[in-house]
């Protein structure tokens, strides 16, 4: 053991050593709950249009392909991917890793929608208002509001009764 990992190792034995691994335990568990709650997106920032209202924890928004819209109170599980990328099937190798749509596949979530957790969803593509996406579906196609979907890929297994019907 060199000196350095030798003194580490005595100093962590005594108070200050319990100080210092409680305090590297607090910041790691911080550092894990940040990346629950924290947004990733590719592509142009400016392309994704989140709701000051929306809670989209940890999800994914790819923004290659198109824009993203999220509505207000809109509000996503964990691991949800919300995708405007595609790519060319008929390239190969660099070219078909390069050749991709820049625009014309926009996704919409209107408000008040659920995306549970494992969620995928495919663009272009509207869900509509208050619509509830079941856990780890895919969307590959417009929902309708207030419709339930399920399923890979996603179909409606039940509507919801709007306010004041």
């Not at 350095?4 to 335990?25: F, N, T, W």
């Not at 405007?84 to 008040?112: A, C, M, N, W, Y």
């Amino acid at each position: 053991m060199r000196l350095r990992d030798r003194l580490i190792a005595g100093v962590l034995r005594g108070p200050i050593g319990a100080l210092v691994a409680e305090q590297v335990a607090t910041q790691v568990e911080q550092l894990k709950l940040d990346a629950l709650y924290r947004p990733r997106w590719h592509g142009d920032r400016s392309r994704l249009h989140l709701s000051d209202t929306a809670v989209v924890n940890n999800a994914l928004f790819n923004l290659s392909g198109g824009t993203i819209t999220v509505g207000e109170y809109a509000f996503f599980g964990h691991d949800v991917a919300v995708l405007t990328g595609t790519h060319d099937i008929e390239k190969f190798g660099r070219e078909r890793q390069l050749t991709f749509p820049r625009s014309g596949r926009d996704v919409v979530i209107g408000d008040g929608v659920w995306l549970a957790s494992h969620v995928l969803v495919l663009g272009p593509v509207t869900i509509g208002e208050h619509a509830v996406v079941a856990a780890g579906s895919l969307v590959r196609g417009d929902v309708e509001p207030y419709t339930v979907v399920a399923g890979r890929p996603a179909k409606p297994i039940d509507t919801i009764t709007p306010p004041g019907r």
